[in-house]
């Protein structure tokens, strides 16, 4: 259950269906939203998040779509946007001895450590790699 005031990562899946309409999981993701803003969730997300979704979007997708995504942000109530520094580079790397972490993306280590330093517990993904590293999903 998110309670008001929750800060809740928005991982890259959960962007990408929620601006793709054509998206398998898009239906799921905007209940999910609506529910968490509903509930007074604070929206955080990561640079290399913005960047790998951006990039998803206008490769796969839509040149336009991405650009719409991206000035969409601007309308998100309260989203914070964490960088990613060498530090947290590093320690992303770690991540890649865990079994339990089978075909972990760099971005999803650095989420895990930005998180970690961030103190934020929830994501908001469609990706299990996150339960498996110890985040409670939306």
Not at 6 to 12: A, E, G, M
Not at 38 to 44: E, L, M, Q, V
Not at 97 to 113: G, I, Q
């Amino acid at each position: 259950m998110i309670r008001g005031g929750d800060r809740v990562f928005i991982d890259t899946g959960a962007w990408i269906a929620l601006a793709a309409v054509r998206d398998a999981m898009h239906l799921r993701a905007r209940e999910t939203w609506t529910s968490l803003l509903d509930a007074g969730a604070r929206p955080i997300v990561s640079t290399p998040v913005l960047l790998e979704t951006f990039s998803y979007l206008q490769r796969k997708i839509a040149h336009e779509v991405a650009l719409a995504w991206w000035t969409s942000l601007d309308q998100v109530p309260f989203l914070e946007r964490l960088e990613c520094t060498n530090v947290e580079l590093k320690a992303a790397m770690r991540y890649f001895a865990r079994r339990e972490l089978h075909k972990l993306s760099l971005v999803d280590a650095t989420s895990f450590v930005l998180m970690k330093k961030h103190k934020v517990r929830i994501a908001f993904t469609f990706d299990t790699h996150f339960a498996a590293a110890g985040f409670r999903l939306a």
